[in-house]
């Protein structure tokens, strides 16, 4: 990814703390404040493109996952917010906002009368598509300033770092 020509935010974190504390060894709040970094800088850039559709990051995860499940774009609810990473009652909350939209609906489960389905409506997979492809567009701006090879080398290691914290558990 090259060498870094100026220093970054984070540089100035890490020589504020060997100043303060020297017996301190800070070395991995340099790649966990960057990726940090990164995170906030990179959520600010992909909530423009989700606001241009009327969409939160939030509604624009929970639509895209309906859509990535392949027709007829329907899942259960408990296999949505596993795969988002919130509480049930939290995707209870997400999915009325979203039906009241339009662009969810909630269907009778064909196999088990005590539950539902969440499908995308016409309206909600018209507008996930239009969305998607903005998005990765998005990405591809973004990441334009990596070369090909450094951009793999980057995703390798972000790659590892994710198992690490993973097997780790939560």
């Given at each position: 990814m090259g060498t870094q020509l100026e220093p970054d935010a984070v540089?100035?974190?890490l020589a504020q703390w060997h100043r303060e504390r020297p017996d301190l060894d800070v070395t991995p709040m340099?790649?966990?404040g960057r990726i940090n970094?990164?995170?906030?800088?990179?959520q600010r850039r992909l909530d423009q493109t989700f606001s241009t559709f009327g969409l939160t990051h939030w509604e624009f995860d929970v639509l895209a996952t309906l859509r990535r499940s392949g027709a007829p774009?329907?899942?259960a609810p408990t296999t949505l917010f596993s795969a988002l990473m919130v509480s049930s009652g939290t995707m209870t909350h997400r999915l009325k906002g979203l039906e009241a939209r339009g662009l969810v609906q909630r269907l009778a489960h064909p196999d088990d009368a005590r539950s539902l389905l969440v499908q995308l409506t016409p309206d909600?997979?018209?507008l996930i598509d239009r969305a998607v492809a903005a998005h990765v567009a998005n990405e591809h701006r973004i990441l334009a300033g990596l070369k090909g090879s450094e951009l793999s080398a980057l995703d390798a290691?972000?790659?590892?770092l994710l198992a690490l914290l993973e097997s780790a558990g939560e």
């Amino acid at each position: 990814m090259g060498t870094q020509l100026e220093p970054d935010a984070v540089d100035a974190i890490l020589a504020q703390w060997h100043r303060e504390r020297p017996d301190l060894d800070v070395t991995p709040m340099g790649p966990i404040g960057r990726i940090n970094r990164c995170s906030a800088l990179l959520q600010r850039r992909l909530d423009q493109t989700f606001s241009t559709f009327g969409l939160t990051h939030w509604e624009f995860d929970v639509l895209a996952t309906l859509r990535r499940s392949g027709a007829p774009f329907r899942l259960a609810p408990t296999t949505l917010f596993s795969a988002l990473m919130v509480s049930s009652g939290t995707m209870t909350h997400r999915l009325k906002g979203l039906e009241a939209r339009g662009l969810v609906q909630r269907l009778a489960h064909p196999d088990d009368a005590r539950s539902l389905l969440v499908q995308l409506t016409p309206d909600g997979l018209a507008l996930i598509d239009r969305a998607v492809a903005a998005h990765v567009a998005n990405e591809h701006r973004i990441l334009a300033g990596l070369k090909g090879s450094e951009l793999s080398a980057l995703d390798a290691r972000l790659s590892k770092l994710l198992a690490l914290l993973e097997s780790a558990g939560e």
